[in-house]
């Protein structure tokens, strides 16, 4: 599909709308999450950033401060990646994933030497130093795996055991100390709480995701939950009765009811954070993603996080911080116009006003 057809432009801009990025900002991070569903957090400090993009006033430190309290929690859920997910979600999603994760992971454990015994004398003796209210990072975590006689050379190995003690719903985020992650009981952070049928599970997740994400595939769908694609069927067949379906150049995209008709969004430019939702969370991201240019954009830098200009990837851009200063580097493959570099300007200055 031409990123510049107008079916293409509905598309990205119907996103645009229901990702709350170009409209209807929300008010706190546990709002935007719970819209959602669940949203990429595997570079955390510029994850915050993806939230901020879509919050009324918000800062670096306003969401931190959500994160530490638990208004928001970071744990492996979906695809076996790290993502925020609500209080009031964390219980049904890992129910729902946790076994599809498990089985995408069980491999790599056998290549790493870890079998069920050693998955269940992690997780006792995680659970019981956390016991108390106690918050604990890697490293702590690691020295008490290797008290309790666990081997946990290799990053990979304490990474996986860790993975597993959060899927079994012992574990999720503490607040941060010092800048470094931490992990606390889950029943101390979310109180316990009756259980979805799987059902009401699959079509919850597939509601949220299409009313969240929409206009997206199945198949988009599929790549996001990390779900089966049986499961996934099944979960769209169930929430159907909240959806819409509009067949576009031969392909069906679902969208929630309540979109309406989609306008041309007032033109902007967002500095999205890697793994960004408005661009992970499809498996087809040609509408708004012109793969030539992004080769050219990751040929200069791998790790560059996408500009998007009107709804379409325009470049990229990369943030580091030395000494305390953060220092932004554009990469704009191909020359914008003058109107295009101001609104790239004035979500430069956004991000600097997030970041206080």
Not at 219 to 244: C, I, N, P, V, Y
Not at 315 to 333: C, I, N, Q, S, Y
Request: hydrophobic share 40%.
């Amino acid at each position: 599909m031409s990123r510049t057809s107008r079916a293409s432009r509905w598309i990205s801009w119907a996103r645009l709308h229901g990702q709350r990025l170009a409209s209807r900002r929300m008010a706190g991070a546990e709002d935007i999450v719970g819209w959602l569903g669940a949203v990429q957090a595997q570079e955390y400090p510029l994850a915050k950033w993806g939230l901020g993009l879509r919050l009324r006033r918000a800062t670096d430190a306003s969401i931190e401060r959500a994160f530490a309290a638990g208004s928001i929690l970071r744990t492996h859920v979906l695809r076996p990646t790290w993502h925020f997910v609500t209080p009031a979600d964390i219980r049904w999603m890992l129910a729902l994933t946790g076994p599809r994760i498990r089985a995408n992971v069980a491999s790599y454990d056998r290549q790493l030497g870890i079998d069920p015994g050693a998955i269940t004398r992690a997780i006792r003796a995680i659970a019981a130093a956390l016991e108390g209210g106690a918050q604990l990072t890697r490293i702590e975590l690691k020295a008490v795996l290797t008290r309790a006689g666990l081997n946990t050379h290799g990053t990979q190995r304490l990474t996986h055991l860790i993975i597993h003690a959060e899927l079994d719903a012992v574990i999720c985020s503490g607040a941060r100390r010092a800048n470094l992650q931490t992990y606390a009981l889950l029943d101390d952070r979310v109180p316990r709480s009756r259980p979805r049928s799987r059902d009401d599970s699959l079509a919850e997740l597939a509601r949220r995701y299409f009313t969240g994400h929409g206009p997206a595939q199945l198949k988009d769908f599929s790549w996001w939950s990390g779900l089966t694609a049986g499961d996934a069927r099944t979960a769209l067949a169930l929430s159907r009765h909240h959806l819409e379906e509009k067949e576009v150049e031969g392909r069906t995209y679902w969208f929630s009811a309540s979109l309406g008709s989609v306008e041309r969004p007032e033109r902007a430019a967002y500095l999205l954070p890697p793994y960004d939702e408005y661009l992970i969370a499809y498996k087809d991201r040609s509408a708004a993603l012109d793969s030539a240019l992004w080769d050219a954009v990751v040929s200069w830098d791998p790790f560059s996080a996408p500009i998007v200009v009107d709804g379409c990837v325009v470049g990229g851009w990369k943030r580091t911080v030395e000494k305390g200063t953060v220092r932004l580097r554009l990469d704009l493959p191909r020359k914008l116009s003058r109107a295009d570099s101001r609104l790239v300007d004035d979500a430069v200055g956004r991000h600097q006003a997030f970041l206080g």
